[in-house]
């Protein structure tokens, strides 16, 4: 790392005579079989991304991009590199994110979900990639511009960007180790506090994934980045469980036989032939289109369930979370982290 503008001279000599190593290559590429060229270019490539980082580093070019972008997404862990990363994991992180702001914007301006946004709350929410930075993945990002006069009524905030400042707080809060109370002060409507904490829960990092990290930064979240870990998920669950105020039941294994019209599915065990029928009410279609995207995958799904003092009904469990673990134990942290099958995009 440079210290000084002697070290920063110093660093500008090296990276000269890498750009001379590499023009050399290059002049010679028609005499080089294009694998030897890869492989002999590796190096130089490597050392001159590292030595441009360090000067852009130290003369505050890092710093001009990080404000270019109001949001920053950052994803960590293993394998997961700006020039060597799955797709699958960033795209479906984006798409999550694109997803839940949209979600609880739907709320605040419906107070419900529906089965199609509109187009312009869509195109409200459609989340711009103005930058990226260096190391693990980092994307800047930006709601759009989307012109007032497009709202019916005047004056009226665009709900993409309450939903903004609702879903990092909530992050905010799943990241850190704050009171409860701070949450709901915030976010004092139950049941739009569950749909959010849902929506933030699905970028928490699976169990087995190869994510470890889900970073939200920048100067859209004042109170500093949100941090997103595996353990995050059980102040998801405390916080919902508080919302609940019932007797909580927890039932796992591969999610099928979803009705849509019934607003049922079913969980069954990977061992044996036990299976749990599920429900989802009407207000929660946030937890439906999460179930949808989740079919065949394993899953913990946590709600309630009502008891018949006569045990002659056996009444579905009512689910108030979902939590996606996988499609089964021996597949491997990229799999863990792949699309599901005629999903848009899965939980990450």
Not at 2 to 9: G, K, P, R, S, V
Not at 17 to 35: V, W, Y
Request: aromatic content about 4%; overall charge negative; charged content about 30%.
């Amino acid at each position: 790392m440079i210290q000084d503008d002697a070290q920063l001279e110093r660093t500008k000599e090296a990276l000269t005579h890498l750009e001379r190593a590499m023009a050399a290559l290059h002049r010679d590429r028609a005499s080089i079989h294009p694998d030897r060229l890869a492989l002999m270019a590796e190096p130089i490539l490597e050392d001159l991304r590292r030595l441009r980082a360090e000067i852009d580093e130290y003369i505050g070019v890092f710093a001009a991009v990080q404000a270019e972008a109001p949001l920053w997404l950052r994803l960590r862990g293993p394998g997961i590199e700006l020039h060597d990363a799955p797709t699958s994991v960033v795209t479906a992180l984006i798409d999550l994110l694109r997803v839940g702001i949209q979600t609880v914007a739907e709320y605040i301006e419906r107070g419900a979900l529906s089965a199609r946004p509109t187009a312009l709350l869509r195109q409200s929410c459609d989340l711009r990639i103005v930058a990226w930075a260096p190391g693990s993945i980092q994307v800047g990002l930006r709601l759009p511009d989307v012109l007032p006069a497009l709202y019916p009524e005047m004056n009226l905030e665009n709900p993409a960007s309450k939903a903004l400042g609702l879903y990092l707080r909530a992050a905010a809060w799943t990241g850190s180790d704050e009171e409860l109370a701070g949450l709901e002060r915030d976010v004092p409507d139950s049941e739009q506090r569950r749909l959010i904490l849902n929506q933030v829960a699905r970028l928490i990092p699976r169990p087995r994934g190869a994510l470890e990290v889900v970073e939200l930064s920048g100067r859209a979240l004042p109170r500093g980045p949100a941090r997103l870990r595996r353990e995050s998920r059980i102040r998801v669950r405390s916080a919902i469980d508080r919302i609940i105020q019932e007797e909580r039941m927890t039932e796992e294994g591969v999610l099928r036989e979803i009705d849509l019209d019934q607003r049922t599915f079913i969980v069954r065990q990977l061992e044996g032939d036990r299976e749990a029928r599920c429900a989802i009410s009407t207000d929660a279609d946030d937890l439906l289109a999460i179930a949808k995207d989740s079919l065949d995958y394993r899953v913990v799904v946590v709600g309630t369930r009502k008891k018949d003092p006569t045990r002659r009904n056996a009444f579905p469990l009512q689910v108030r979370e979902i939590e996606v673990l996988g499609r089964d134990e021996e597949q491997s942290a990229n799999h863990d982290l792949a699309v599901p099958s005629g999903a848009q995009f899965p939980d990450k």
